[in-house]
């Protein structure tokens, strides 16, 4: 069974950090790429950044490129996401999804909410 834990939300002032974990079971790992997405009041659903299998390449969206990492530790089936000069509107549930051939898995996500 594909499970999806994230972790490492909270309440933290504008210009602070958090990182994000995903701790991913139930399918190979390594075989797949990981997304973050988050979703704020009121917004749909959008995605963050991903982390491909392979070369472990990169995409960030415009609006986090340049604060926001991603990265996986193979080693603990984990995908972290370092978010760093946070701004109050980062402020959302963030979740991590994995696309597996015609399936879609979400985590339960994880509040990230900045003041300013």
């Known amino acids: 069974e594909v499970q999806l834990v994230e972790s490492g939300g909270g309440l933290v002032q504008a210009g602070g950090s958090l990182r994000l974990s995903c701790a991913a079971s139930?399918?190979?790992?390594?075989?797949?790429?990981i997304g973050w997405f988050r979703q704020a009041p009121g917004k749909e659903r959008e995605g963050v950044a991903c982390?491909?299998?392979?070369?472990?390449?990169?995409y960030y969206s415009e609006f986090v490129k340049g604060r926001f990492t991603i990265s996986r530790d193979s080693a603990k089936n984990t995908v972290y996401l370092q978010m760093n000069s946070l701004k109050a509107e980062d402020t959302a549930v963030y979740y991590c999804?994995?696309?597996?051939?015609?399936?879609?898995?979400w985590g339960q996500g994880t509040q990230v909410t900045v003041s300013s």
């Open positions: 139930g399918f190979s790992f390594d075989e797949y790429a």
């Open positions: 982390i491909f299998s392979g070369d472990g390449s990169t």
């Open positions: 999804n994995l696309q597996m051939s015609v399936y879609n898995y």
